[in-house]
């Protein structure tokens, strides 16, 4: 089994940064590939970054620019940080953990995620 408890999320003006932080326990992260999803009220789960184990990174377009993932394998955590927020990016967010090594597109390939953590941008 893995858990992944995310963390870092709250209320933040639109122009504001937030650190999400996802703690992995169970296995390993290292040699995984890890997530970064979201989902607002009335809309399907959408990707936002995805990191492999060799660091790989692919970023939604809608976030290019302003956030940033990351992992440190020596503390099994994975970040996601977020600047330049806007008010469209309000969602809970999620971290999720593949089993597989390469990067993965489909959100099926993540065997286990998150409970989520809400994320708010408004004035």
């Known amino acids: 089994q893995v858990q992944l408890v995310e963390s870092g999320g709250g209320l933040v003006q639109p122009g504001g940064s937030l650190r999400l932080s996802c703690a992995v326990s169970?296995?390993?992260?290292?040699?995984?590939?890890m997530a970064w999803y979201r989902q607002a009220p009335g809309n399907q789960r959408e990707e936002v970054a995805l990191?492999?184990?060799?660091?790989?990174?692919n970023y939604a377009d809608s976030v290019k620019g302003r956030f940033t993932i990351s992992r440190d394998n020596a503390k099994n955590t994975v970040y996601l940080q977020m600047n330049s927020l806007k008010p469209e990016d309000t969602a809970v967010y999620f971290c999720?953990?593949?089993?597989?090594?390469?990067?993965?597109?489909?959100?099926?390939?993540?065997?286990?995620w998150g409970q989520g953590t809400q994320v708010t941008v408004s004035s």
């Open positions: 990191i492999s184990p060799s660091e790989r990174i």
């Open positions: 999720a953990w593949s089993p597989y090594t390469s990067i993965k597109y489909d959100p099926n390939d993540y065997d286990f």
């Open positions: 169970g296995i390993t992260a290292r040699i995984q590939s």
